[in-house]
């Protein structure tokens, strides 16, 4: 156990602090411009694919001498519209969705850089903007699930509860009337890990409750936020739409037939224990037989797509924070577009309203109080000098 521990990078090491940034500039930038592709009559396929390309090809152009360093999609581009919830990106044999006006869209993707990954998630209505606000539940579900991303962004620090940023956003999200999806989970993130031993679960159900395990978060620690609220129930549910993306686990079996074992193969040399979407295969007649064998003795795992009921609307947004010493540092996300929603729900809570009024910004907290101080010791000096 020493030696793993010697072994293990953290963020104590300002390397790979360095390369959790970098992977976190090329996130943002590749996530700014699938967005803005994401307009009426745009091919949510193509979009997907157009975000992966970008992935690679941004990820390529960093420690190109260091030829065994590994990097690239930490997890598939995913464009979710309206009441699906996650996971859809379709291959080409899958039917398509076509973007229209006045969808909601959720773009969820990531990369990593020597292993170091950084994941993101933002959700706009296509169309709206300003002049052209969005308003009634789907503004209330928006504005929600970016309030609650924010709560808990400032209750992510060394010494905090898991449970206790549950209950915040569950707190965040009843005062818009609306409720986070039913037992979604948001990791710890390690080094060629997306799914660290920690995690944070959004509205738990009894049996989830009793099951999950509570934490305590730590300096040094790296996590993957990720806030997904219904206008519904919020309860997630598989229909006919085929998964794509899966990911490699840690069990071991020796596959029969010859399709599956060349497919496991690349996979372990080209994805590692990344996520990864069945369009990065050429076959695809092979590579779902091959699937459908490692899935079955759990070499593979699904990211199930979900759904919530039809008409019903969810938005996500996630982000990727640094637990450092002098605070968390948010290395993914976009600016959030305020304007172009508009809620007659709002916060009322003193507690919640004083913590999303409180900065999630280190730095400018310090300058806050520093200038205080400052000012506070001017008027000292000003009543020592008329004394």
């Known amino acids: 156990m020493a030696d793993k521990e010697e072994i293990e990078k953290t963020i104590a090491e300002d390397l790979v602090v360095t390369k959790y940034k970098m992977a976190g500039t090329i996130v943002n930038q590749i996530l700014k411009q699938v967005l803005e592709k994401c307009v009426a009559g745009a091919s949510v396929r193509e979009t997907c694919e157009y975000g992966d390309k970008l992935l690679l090809e941004e990820t390529s152009k960093v420690f190109k001498k260091e030829k065994d360093l ?83 962004l400032r209750l992510l620090k060394p010494g905090t509860g898991t449970y206790s940023i549950t209950s915040t956003v569950e707190k965040v999200c009843a005062a818009y009337k609306c409720k986070p999806i039913e037992g979604m989970l948001s990791h710890q993130l390690k080094r060629f890990k997306i799914d660290g031993e920690k995690t944070i679960i959004q509205n738990p159900n009894d049996a989830q409750k009793k099951e999950h395990e509570k934490f305590t978060l730590d300096t040094y620690e790296v996590y993957a936020m990720d806030v997904l609220v219904s206008t519904g129930e919020g309860i997630g549910r598989e229909q006919n739409t085929r998964v794509t993306i899966y990911k490699k686990t840690d069990e071991t079996y020796q596959l029969k037939l010859k399709a599956s074992r060349a497919f496991y193969s690349v996979l372990t040399h080209n994805q590692g224990t990344m996520p990864f979407n069945l369009r990065t295969f050429e076959e695809e007649g092979k590579t779902k ?7 079955n003795h759990r070499l593979i795992e699904p990211f199930q797509v ?52 409180s900065s999630a910004n280190p730095k400018s907290a310090k300058k806050k109080k520093k200038k205080a101080e400052k000012a506070v010791n001017e008027v000292a000096m000003e009543v020592d000098a008329k004394a």
């Open 70 to 152: 590994k990097k690239g999609i930490a997890f598939p581009t995913c464009i979710s519209v309206n009441n699906c919830i996650c996971h859809f990106s379709p291959i080409a044999s899958e039917p398509d969705v076509i973007l229209k006006e006045d969808d909601m869209v959720k773009v969820d993707l990531g990369a990593h850089v020597d292993g170091f990954i950084a994941v993101v998630a933002h959700t706009i209505v296509v169309g709206s903007s300003a002049d052209k606000k969005v308003t009634g539940k789907k503004a209330d579900v928006v504005v929600a699930a970016h309030n609650a991303s924010e709560a808990a």
């Open 306 to 357: 979900l759904y919530e009921k039809p008409n019903e609307h969810v938005a996500q947004f996630k982000f990727t924070v640094l637990l450092m010493p002098n605070g968390a540092h948010k290395i993914t996300g976009l600016p959030f577009d305020s304007d172009a929603f508009q809620t007659d729900c709002t916060v009322e809570d003193p507690e919640l309203k004083s913590l999303l009024n």
């Open 289 to 295: 037989m091959a699937v459908v064998e490692c899935v």
